[in-house]
């Protein structure tokens, strides 16, 4: 079954970088688009992210566009979250997804 495995979240000041890392199994990796979401306390869960299948497309929220870069390793069934300039309004535990299935996600604080 699909496995998703979030990880590198933490605390990270204003204006701080933080990189996130799914690591996905179970299922044909290479073939599908893979998406990060987020969730932030209070408020429903967010589309923050999307790459196609083979990396040559990507689109983001508008509240990310500029900061924050989706990637993804096929040799390796991992995709990636770069996030840079964060602000306290990017706090929120974030997921991978795909195929219906999510990993149980990794918390991102951003605060001073």
């Known amino acids: 079954q699909v496995q998703l495995v979030e990880s590198g979240g933490g605390l990270a000041q204003p204006g701080g970088s933080l990189r996130l890392s799914c690591a996905a199994s179970?299922?044909?990796?290479?073939?599908?688009?893979m998406s990060w979401y987020r969730q932030a306390p209070g408020k429903e869960r967010e589309l923050v992210a999307v790459i196609s299948s083979v990396g040559t497309s990507t689109n983001y929220a508008d509240s990310v566009k500029g900061r924050f870069t989706i990637s993804r390793d096929n040799h390796n069934n991992m995709v990636y979250l770069q996030m840079n300039s964060l602000k306290p309004e990017d706090t929120a535990v974030y997921y991978c997804?795909?195929?219906?299935?999510w990993g149980k996600g990794t918390l991102v604080t951003v605060s001073s």
């Open positions: 179970g299922f044909t990796f290479s073939a599908y688009a």
């Open positions: 997804y795909v195929l219906a299935s």
